[in-house]
């Protein structure tokens, strides 16, 4: 019971670490995520449009990450 106990409590301050940096990727990021909101709000681009340009950038790319 102490071993599960342990592994929910790691789990949870893992989980909550992911969101905290998570976090931290979108307040950096609003910017451009407010840009692309307002974009597709004004029907300025299309949503398949924005899907394409975002997966032709890096596997890292920090906006992607944000959205």
Same mark, same amino acid.
Request: hydrophobic share 50%; charged share 20%.
């Given at each position: 019971m102490e071993f599960h106990l342990l592994g929910c409590? +790691?789990?949870k301050r893992l989980q909550l670490i992911r969101a905290i940096s998570g976090s931290?990727?979108? @307040?950096?990021e609003w910017d451009e995520c407010r840009r692309i909101f @307002?974009?597709?709000a004004l029907k300025e681009t299309t949503q398949s449009t924005i899907v394409r340009k975002l997966s032709a950038q890096a596997r890292n790319s920090r906006a992607? +990450?944000?959205l």
């Open positions: 409590l +790691r789990t931290y990727i979108i @307040v950096g @307002v974009s597709l992607k +990450r944000a």
